[in-house]
């Protein structure tokens, strides 16, 4: 589902977090998928607290989430597995009179960022500090939704402005900062941000056309496009070194081609034999990874090392792969197809691709992986979709980590974020309203769990 939305987002030039809000809205079902400075008021969110653990030799298939209040509530299971990993489990709930709470993102620290509906009213961009929720209001009075967040706690993302138009912001603490748009353009999309503030994107120019940008001091500056008569282009992500990757029109429009990019200079990163290609993520390496046409007309998944594209290959027997996120180490993971026409989420080192399998059910999509080559996403079980995560070789079901009140309560659908401590964060749902909530599971280490007894 997820990867459909991003396809359908770039067919109608719109940041796919915005079309994401509209499966947040219908409190959508993952289980038949297959795939000017303003400001504002702080609100904290009340957020609850639960520990349990789970044992890496074994899968754990059943179902739940959580909350977000300031004290710990000591719900604790210990497995007798020696090699068992315990999790405090935070959940978020909507402050305000929100309808629900979406993440987008997570940083090293565990700092969530996303949207908080409030029925038919303007949906405001959130992040979380101290377990609590902090409500940034909107800019302009239009709607706001937080689309990364970097290691300061800094977020990007898109603002709907007072003539409607949508512009990128940064936030610095509690404050939202429109950072406007190109020359003569009229809107424009923060995608991703990096730890020294600088956010790509898309923003529409003085001919109305799209180009990928960089910021400088919080001003938009145009990446160009590449060579051949192109006309746009998108930013996708940015590293720490300011290196961006996406797509650009090439061909006189006829195809896309995955770009990186070093200063101002766009360098292409051509396809695997077909006709297009995009770049989704980039490590600090400058390594990138994404999803190319090959000459047979199937879609592979890639990783490059400078400009040299990489076909990552497929699970065996299947047809196409497709890459999602890359890390430290240009480990990859995305989804790929199988032989008999599911998808199963995977991960590759470069030249092996191990598929992860599912939960129990069809198709599994992996989302985001850390440089200890853990992976979160979602898979189908029996009879419906749960985030997992991918740790010591097994994929643990997330809702497995709640205790089996909660899971009476709460279903985790769809792991979004892993960080390199290990920290998940998952969207779930209520389960008697389908309302939508920000799970985050937080390893806790044996120092720590003496230190907190």
């Excluded at 010591?392 to 497995?400: A, R, S, V, W």
């Amino acid at each position: 589902m997820y990867p459909s939305i991003k396809s359908a987002a770039n067919s109608r030039d719109v940041p796919y977090q915005s079309l994401i809000k509209v499966w947040v809205a219908g409190k959508g079902d993952l289980s038949s998928g297959r795939g000017a400075s303003v400001k504002h008021r702080t609100s904290l969110s009340p957020c609850v607290h639960f520990k349990v653990a789970v044992s890496a030799t074994r899968p754990i298939r059943s179902r739940s989430a959580t909350l977000a209040l300031s004290a710990l509530i000591g719900l604790t299971a210990i497995s007798s597995n020696a090699h068992a990993q315990t999790y405090e489990v935070t959940i978020f709930f909507p402050p305000n009179g929100g309808t629900n709470i979406a993440g987008y993102a997570m940083n090293a620290t565990g700092q969530v960022t996303g949207l908080i509906q409030f029925g038919d009213n303007p949906s405001h961009v959130f992040f979380t500090k101290n377990k609590t929720v902090h409500d940034l209001g909107t800019l302009a009075g239009g709607s706001t939704e937080g689309t990364q967040i970097n290691d300061s706690g800094q977020v990007t993302g898109i603002a709907y402005v007072a003539n409607g138009d949508v512009h990128a912001f940064i936030t610095e603490g509690e404050t939202i900062t429109d950072l406007g748009t190109l020359i003569g353009g009229a809107n424009s999309y923060g995608e991703a941000i990096n730890a020294s503030g600088q956010v790509t994107g898309q923003a529409s120019n003085r001919g109305g056309f799209w180009r990928a940008f960089i910021t400088k001091n919080n001003k938009l500056y145009s990446l160009g496009t590449l060579a051949g008569g192109a006309t746009g282009s998108a930013g996708n992500a940015i590293n720490a070194s300011g290196q961006v990757t996406g797509y650009s029109d090439y061909n006189n429009d006829k195809t896309t081609h995955a770009f990186i990019t070093n200063g101002s200079t766009m360098s292409d990163l051509g396809t695997l034999g077909g006709n297009n290609s995009v770049g989704m993520a980039i490590n600090d390496s400058g390594q990138v990874t994404g999803n190319a046409d090959t000459a047979t007309g199937t879609v592979h998944a890639f990783v490059t090392n400078g400009t040299t594209m990489t076909d990552l290959g497929t699970l065996t027997g299947g047809a196409n792969s497709y890459g999602d996120a890359i890390n430290a180490t240009g480990q990859v993971t995305g989804y790929a197809d199988t032989p008999d026409g599911y998808e199963h989420a995977f991960i590759s080192n470069g030249t092996i691709m191990t598929d992860l399998g599912t939960l129990g059910g069809n198709n599994s999509q992996g989302h985001a992986i850390n440089m200890s080559g853990q992976v979160t996403g979602y898979s189908q079980t029996a009879d419906s979709a749960h985030g997992f995560v991918y740790t010591n070789g097994q994929m643990i079901d997330l809702n497995g980590l709640l205790t089996k009140k909660q899971r009476a309560t709460y279903s985790v659908s769809y792991g979004m974020a892993i960080n390199d401590a290990g920290q998940v964060m998952a969207w779930g749902n209520v389960v008697a309203t389908g309302d939508v909530l920000v799970f985050v599971f937080t390893p806790i280490t044996a120092a720590s769990e003496h230190t907190r007894q």
